[in-house]
């Protein structure tokens, strides 16, 4: 008898902890209470993984995400996104962290945006949609931000203005904003050498000429970027 009830008493915590919210900023960052934050989450245990469903604070939905591995963010099944009013804004389906199948967009209407079939990761074709529901020219949803004139022109950038503090060799993996005005802020070392030639790889960053700005659904965003940058 003493254990099927602690048995069960294990299995209510379990339970609970599922259940359990937390609550998040604007911009979320994670907060001990309520107090202050503008949302929360819920996270349950599923069958291949972790299922998460974040609110808004007076409880409307905002989205429901499922993962393979929720502590690398691994996105496995189905995602949906909601407008404030409690329309769809997204219907987007992951295998692996990959999208994979027909991706759906919406207008706040509840009219299909668009529609964009992917396979293993990569992008086949798309269609889009004015509010009215006819077919527009298509556009592809997010196009990352770029270097003037592209990849190539960035390293010959970075060969000619970066100035070795010593020998160390290897690499760099810098992650930074691309603003809306093509500068570029919020730099974070995610692999570095040493301090000063850490600092360096900044320094040309912070320095370089303005980029050309991502665009998320046809429209200027600032958008979160990161780059290798080798010292050999």
Known sequence: MKNLLLLFVLFCSVQFFAQEKVYYTEHFKELPTAKDATYYSTYEDIEKGTQRITYYIDGRVRNSDQFSNFRKKILNGTSVNWYKNGNKESVLLY?????????????????????????????????????????????????????????????????????????????????FVVEIDGSLKDFIIIEGLNYDMNVEALRVLFTSPLWIPGKVDGKDARVKFSIPITIS
């Open 95 to 175: 295998t692996k962290g990959k999208q994979e199948g027909v991706q759906t967009r919406y207008y706040e209407s509840g009219q299909v945006k668009r529609n964009e079939n992917y396979k293993n990761g990569e992008f086949i074709d798309g269609t889009c949609f004015d509010e009215n529901g006819t077919e527009i020219a298509f556009f592809p949803f997010y196009v990352k931000p770029e270097f003037p004139g592209g990849i190539n022109e960035f390293y010959k950038y970075v060969g000619k203005n970066f100035k070795s503090p010593n020998s160390a060799k290897g690499q760099i993996k810098v992650s």
